[in-house]
């Protein structure tokens, strides 16, 4: 019989956002992860609110068809100075959250400091350090937009903290 830790599962990562929102797949078995895809979905700036968040949740839901991940994690809103902006970016969130749940998957939500920690080791990170890290953990990945790294890094933390939760249960 197989460990349970040994079965392959794939996990997407989200980085919401109303302009671009980045996503990334990988693949955990047991310690080892693989890139799977990545990509970024583009609301029409000049489209209604409504419309916009459709096409991200459209999108989203696309993905997950596409590369039937078995969980997801979605990075958290950092507070902004602009409250309108910070509520817009909530809605996006909302979008990310929506969809990987209304299609029964576990979905995990983490502060952009936390992925930036895990990934890179600062909480201050900036997106050229993320983007580096991304080369090296996932070198089959290629050359990534910010947002898609981003969206990788979110992946990878929940994976790696979901392995150590699981050591520590």
Not at 40 to 64: Q, T, W, Y
Not at 69 to 74: H, K, L, R, S, T
Not at 99 to 105: D, E, K, S, V
Request: proline share 4%; net charge positive; glycine share 8%.
């Amino acid at each position: 019989m197989m460990n349970a830790n040994r079965i392959p599962i794939r996990i997407l990562g989200l980085d919401p956002g109303l302009r671009r929102t980045g996503w990334g797949v990988v693949s955990v078995e047991g310690s080892r992860m693989s890139h799977v895809a990545h990509g970024v979905i583009v609301p029409d700036e000049k489209g209604e609110f409504a419309s916009r968040l459709l096409c991200l949740f459209e999108g989203i839901c696309a993905v997950i068809d596409a590369h039937r991940p078995d969980e997801a994690a979605v990075e958290e809103v950092f507070l902004n100075t602009n409250a309108q902006s910070t509520l817009k970016l909530g809605h996006a969130r909302a979008a990310a959250l929506i969809a990987p749940a209304r299609a029964g998957l576990l979905v995990a939500e983490y502060s952009t400091r936390l992925v930036k920690k895990a990934v890179v080791g600062t909480g201050a990170a900036d997106k050229a350090q993320i983007g580096f890290m991304i080369a090296r953990l996932l070198p089959t990945a290629g050359k990534t937009t910010a947002d898609c790294a981003d969206a990788l890094a979110v992946a990878i933390t929940h994976a790696n903290l979901r392995i150590a939760n699981r050591r520590v249960a």
